[in-house]
Nanobody
């Protein structure tokens, strides 16, 4: 059972920055993809970004140019650097990881419990 623990969330004013960290432990196999999702009250959970073991990245249009995802394979850790934060970025941010090369919701997927990000205007 893979355990994912997020940290780095908090409160920041619009235009500020935060860095989220997700550390994975108990991995019986190598993690091939890790990503960040977010869910605001009353809104659908959405993917913010993900990164593969090969270094490929994908960003939601709403955060492209402002957020950067990175991974340290040796530490089984994924990061999300968030700059130029906006009030609409306010949400609970969740880490997701899979031993598969993609997220498909099967037993190979794992979720963290989330960390709150609040951006005030």
């Amino acid at each position: 059972q893979v355990q994912l623990v997020e940290s780095g969330g908090g409160m920041v004013q619009a235009g500020g920055s935060l860095r989220l960290i997700c550390a994975a432990s108990g991995t019986p196999f190598a993690l091939h993809v890790m990503g960040w999702y977010r869910q605001a009250p009353g809104k659908q959970r959405e993917e913010v970004a993900h990164i593969t073991s090969g270094g490929g990245t994908k960003y939601a249009d709403s955060v492209k140019g402002r957020f950067v995802i990175s991974m340290d394979h040796a530490k089984n850790t994924v990061y999300l650097q968030m700059d130029s934060l906006k009030a609409e970025d306010t949400a609970v941010y969740y880490c997701r990881a899979s031993i598969n090369p993609y997220f498909n919701g099967d037993q190979g997927d794992s979720w963290g419990r989330g960390t709150q990000v609040t951006v005030s205007s």
